[in-house]
């Protein structure tokens, strides 16, 4: 799939959302996508995305890991999960305005790509951690919302998902 924005009908740009670093005028986030490969699921994208203007807004009372430097992405989750007592599966978005581009530092000989998001979509919002860890019993509850909405995901469930 990889970095893409949602179609005309609506179809594709689903990713997820790691780790956020909120700043006054935009919000970086640590984003990825995956793509299936056989039975498997395996990262096409994953990268530093920049949200602005109607993106930013819209992640401003979303919690997740932060992005800290020198801190692993796997122990800002560890420590996200402690703080708030739940699980965290990373938050599942559908792009919906996107733009790439590439500048080129003379000085540093090096070319930098960066992506924007303007707008997106978010995805099953109950399926990121926003509810506390649950049993078994409620995990097969929520596999099966989860596959109300396989649609969003191309036919697979959520809890399908390696990402």
């Known amino acids: 799939m990889g970095f893409r924005q949602a179609d005309a009908s609506g179809r594709g740009g ?7 670093q909120k700043e006054e005028k ?3 986030a640590r984003y990825s996508t995956n793509k ?3 039975d498997e699921y395996e990262t096409d994208f994953s990268g530093y995305v ?3 203007n109607d993106a930013h807004r819209k992640l401003a009372n979303v919690d997740a890991p932060k992005i800290e430097k020198g801190v692993t992405l796997k122990d800002s989750t ?3 999960e402690k703080q708030t007592g739940t699980s965290f599966r990373g938050i599942p978005v559908q792009l919906t305005s996107v733009d790439v581009t590439t ?3 003379k000085e540093k000989e090096t070319t930098y790509t960066n992506f924007i998001v303007w707008d997106f979509e978010l995805q099953d ?3 990121y951690g926003s509810a506390k860890k649950t049993t078994k019993k409620a995990t097969k509850s929520s596999a099966a919302k989860a596959k ?4 969003d995901f191309d036919n697979v469930a959520d809890d399908d998902l390696p990402f």
């Open 14 to 20: 689903y990713g997820r959302i790691w780790a956020l």
């Open 26 to 28: 935009y919000t970086i």
């Open 36 to 38: 299936k490969n056989g």
């Open 50 to 52: 920049r949200f602005i």
């Open 78 to 80: 560890l420590k996200f």
């Open 103 to 105: 500048s080129y530092n």
């Open 125 to 127: 919002s109950g399926s």
């Open 148 to 151: 109300t909405k396989a649609e």
